[in-house]
C-alpha cells in the first residue's frame, strides 16, 4: 500500500512542479511585457513619472533579478500564499478574488460531478442490452455528450428564462436580495444555481451514461458472465457482477474527466454570469489580468491534483485487488 | 479487438482491462468488414452525416455573398432570402451564414490538425513505451502521467491568454500536444499485448530492426484501432477549440464557431432573441461531434464481432 501510494505522489510531486514552471515560465517566454501594458493602461502624460512607475513594478515584481533568483522567488510567495495582485482591480490580492470565486464553483462543480456520475452510471447499467431503453438512451447521450457545455447553457437561458420565465437568466442571487444565512437568501440562491448546475450536469450525464453501456456490453460478453448463465444463474445476477466489474475503469475515468469537466463549468459561468472562477477567469482574459489568470490556474491545478488523490483512495477501497496485491504479492 | 472508449473525455480506456486483439486475417478481412459496415446503420448514418457537413464546410464560403467580418447595412435580420442573408445578420449586421460556413471549415480543420498531432504524439509514445520496457517505459509513463493529471484546458487558457496574435494552426497544436496522454495509455497497453505473440517473436528472431517490428508487424495488427483513436481526438479537438474560442481566446482575424456563441451571448442576442445568431453554431458542433461519436460506435461494432447487434 506505501508503494502505490509513494508512486502517486511522486506523480503528483512531479505534476506540481511541472505546472508551476510552466505556470512561471510563460510570462517569461511570451513575447510583451506585461509591465509596460500595466503602465501603458495608467496613461501617464509625463514620460519621467512613466519611466519611474515602470521601474518601480519591475522591482515590485521581482523582474529585475536574474532569472532563477525570479524563479526561487515565485516558488517563495506561493508557499506564503502569495499569487500576486490583481491589476484590475488594483490593490485586490489575486488570492482574495479566488477565494471569493471558488464557493460558487464548487457548488456546480461538485454536485454535478457526483450526480451525473451516478445517474449516468444506474441509467447506462439499464439500458445496456435491452433494445427499446438502449435505442433511446443512445442517441440521446450521444447528442448530449457531442454538446458544447455552453451551448446548452445558452440554449437553457433562452428558453426557459428569457423566453419562458421559469428561471432567472444569471447571477448567483438577486441583487435586492438581503446576503443573510435565512431562507429566503438560501432559496434565492438555490434558484439562481439550478439553471447552470442542470447544463453542467446534463453534458456530463450523456457521457457516462454511454461509458456505463458500452463496459455493461462488453463484460456480459466475458467469460465469467457466460458460465454464470450456463450454470443457469439468474440475469438480475450477471447483470449485478457485470456492474461492479464495470464501476472501476468508471471510476479511473472520474478522475481523468475532471479537467474537462472543469473547462465546461468555466464557460457554463460565463453564460449565467455566475460569479465563480470561470466568470473571474473571463474578465481576467478580457481585461489582460495577467496575475488572475495564473493564479487560478495554479488553484485549479492543485484543486484537480487533491480530486485525484481523493479517486485513488476510493479506487483502493472498492477494488481489493488493488490492496492484496499491494500488500500480500509485494 | 478491445473496447474503444466512445467519449474521450468521459470514459477514457482503462489499461487493466485491454483484451487481447485478435489477430485479423489478411484478405478475407477487408471484404468482411465491408460487408458489415455497409449495413450498419450507425456507421451509415455518421459517415454520411460527418460527409454532408464537410461538404457544405468546402462549399459554403464559395457560395456565401458576404464576407464573413464585413459589416452590412442590415442590422439583426432575421433568416431570409434577400440579399444572401440565408441565415439572418448580427445585432451589427454581419452575415451569419457567411459566418457559420467559416467556423464550421475552421472547426474541421482543428480537429484534423489537432486530432492528427495528438494521434502521432500518442503514437510515437505508446508504441514506445508497450514495446521497450523498462527505463524508458517508466520515463514515458511518467510524462503520461504527469500531462494526464495537468487540467490541459486550464493550461490552453494561460498559454493563449499570453499569445497577442493568435492564429488557427496555433490553437490546433497547442490542443494537439496537451490531448494525447489517453490515447498514449491505450495504445501502451495494446502494444504491450502484442508483444509477446509468436509473430513479433518471429519477426525479432529474422533480424528485424525495432522500428519495423512495430510499424510492420504490431502497428498493422491495432489499424482499426488507432483510425478509432483519430476519430475520437477530432472530435475532442473541435469540442476543446469550441470552448477556447467562446472563453475569447480564439484565432485573431477570423470567426469560428466558438467565436460566434461568444459573440451573440456578449452582445444580448439571447435577450433579444436573435436565435439565428447563437443557434446554427452549437447545432453545428453537436452534429459534428455526434456523428463522429456515432461512426465510431459503427466502426466499433464493425470490427468487434462480440458487439454487433443481437
Known amino acids: 500500500m506505501g508503494r502505490y501510494f509513494l508512486r502517486k505522489l511522486v506523480i503528483y510531486a512531479a505534476t506540481f512542479v511541472v505546472a508551476v514552471t510552466i505556470d512561471w515560465a510563460i510570462p517569461h517566454l511570451m513575447p510583451g511585457n506585461p509591465v509596460l501594458t500595466l503602465v501603458g493602461r495608467i496613461q501617464i502624460r509625463d514620460p519621467r513619472v512613466a519611466q519611474q512607475l515602470y521601474h518601480h513594478y519591475m522591482r515590485a515584481f521581482n523582474l529585475d533579478l536574474p532569472l532563477w533568483k525570479q524563479y526561487w522567488y515565485f516558488w517563495v510567495a506561493l508557499f506564503h500564499g502569495d499569487l500576486g495582485t490583481s491589476i484590475l482591480e488594483f490593490p485586490t490580492p489575486v488570492t482574495t478574488i479566488i477565494v471569493d470565486a471558488v464557493p460558487y464553483t464548487l457548488a456546480l462543480l461538485v454536485p454535478a460531478i457526483l450526480l451525473s456520475w451516478y445517474a449516468g452510471n444506474k441509467f447506462g447499467a439499464l439500458a445496456a442490452r435491452r433494445p427499446v431503453l438502449d435505442n433511446s438512451l443512445l442517441p440521446f447521450g450521444y447528442t448530449l455528450t457531442a454538446t458544447p457545455y455552453m451551448w446548452l447553457g445558452i440554449l437553457l437561458v433562452w428558453v426557459l428564462a428569457v423566453t419562458w420565465h421559469v428561471f432567472p437568466v444569471g447571477f448567483a442571487y438577486d441583487p435586492t436580495a438581503q446576503r443573510a444565512f435565512s431562507w429566503p437568501f438560501v432559496s434565492n440562491l438555490a434558484y439562481h444555481w439550478f439553471l447552470p448546475f442542470l447544463s453542467l450536469f446534463l453534458v456530463s450525464f450523456g457521457g457516462w451514461a454511454i461509458g456505463m453501456r458500452n463496459m455493461i456490453i462488453y463484460e456480459l460478453e466475458s467469460d465469467y458472465a457466460h458460465y454464470l448463465e450456463a450454470l443457469g444463474a439468474p440475469q438480475r445476477l450477471i447483470r449485478k457482477y457485470a456492474f461492479r466489474n464495470a464501476m472501476l475503469p468508471q471510476i479511473t475515468g472520474l478522475a481523468l474527466a475532471l479537467g474537462a469537466i472543469i473547462g465546461g463549468a468555466l464557460v457554463t459561468e460565463i453564460v449565467f454570469s455566475y460569479p465563480g472562477l470561470g466568470y473571474q477567469i473571463y474578465r481576467a482574459i478580457t481585461n489582460e489580468d495577467y496575475f488572475v489568470i495564473q493564479g487560478i490556474f495554479l488553484f485549479i491545478i492543485i484543486g484537480v491534483l487533491i480530486a485525484n488523490f481523493i479517486v485513488d483512495i476510493v479506487y483502493l477501497i472498492v477494488d481489493p485487488r488493488t490492496r492484496i496485491g499491494m500488500e500480500g504479492g509485494r | ?310
Do not use: C
Open chain 2, 1 to 310: 479487438m478491445s473496447s474503444v472508449p466512445t467519449a474521450p473525455l468521459a470514459s477514457p480506456v482503462d489499461p487493466s482491462r485491454v483484451e487481447e486483439p485478435p489477430i485479423a486475417a489478411p484478405t478475407s478481412g477487408l471484404r468482411e468488414s465491408l460487408h458489415f459496415a455497409l449495413r450498419n446503420k450507425k456507421l451509415v448514418f455518421g459517415l454520411s452525416m460527418t460527409s454532408a457537413l464537410l461538404l457544405f464546410a468546402l462549399i459554403g464560403p464559395w457560395i456565401a455573398q458576404h464576407p464573413p467580418l464585413a459589416y452590412g447595412g442590415h442590422l439583426s435580420l432575421a433568416p431570409t432570402t434577400k440579399n444572401g442573408y440565408w441565415f439572418g445578420t448580427t445585432l451589427l449586421g454581419q452575415d451569419v451564414f457567411s459566418q457559420f460556413v467559416t467556423g464550421l471549415r475552421l472547426a474541421f480543420i482543428v480537429g484534423a490538425l489537432g486530432g492528427g498531432i495528438a494521434a502521432i504524439i500518442g503514437m510515437v509514445i505508446g508504441f514506445t513505451a508497450g514495446y521497450r520496457s523498462g527505463f524508458v517505459d517508466e520515463a514515458l509513463n511518467m510524462l503520461t502521467n504527469v500531462v494526464l493529471v495537468i487540467p490541459t484546458f486550464a493550461l490552453l487558457l494561460v498559454i493563449a491568454a499570453y499569445l497577442q496574435v493568435r492564429g488557427i494552426m496555433m490553437e490546433a497544436v497547442f490542443i494537439g500536444i496537451t490531448s494525447w496522454p489517453w490515447a498514449a495509455r491505450a495504445l501502451r497497453a495494446q502494444t504491450f499485448s502484442l508483444v509477446s505473440r509468436d509473430f513479433v517473436d518471429m519477426a525479432r528472431l529474422s533480424g528485424r530492426s525495432s522500428r519495423q517490428i512495430i510499424f510492420k508487424e504490431i502497428a498493422p495488427n491495432m489499424s482499426s484501432y488507432l483510425f478509432m483513436m483519430f476519430i475520437l481526438l477530432f472530435g475532442g479537438a473541435i469540442l476543446i477549440a469550441a470552448t477556447l474560442d467562446f472563453i475569447g481566446l480564439g484565432p485573431s482575424n477570423t470567426i469560428s464557431l466558438g467565436m460566434m456563441m461568444q459573440l451573440s451571448v456578449q452582445n444580448a442576442a439571447l435577450q433579444l432573441h436573435l436565435w439565428w445568431w447563437f443557434l446554427p453554431p452549437g447545432l453545428a458542433i453537436m452534429a459534428l461531434v455526434g456523428s463522429l461519436y456515432v461512426m465510431n460506435v459503427g466502426l466499433d461494432e464493425v470490427f468487434n464481432p462480440k458487439l454487433r447487434e443481437l
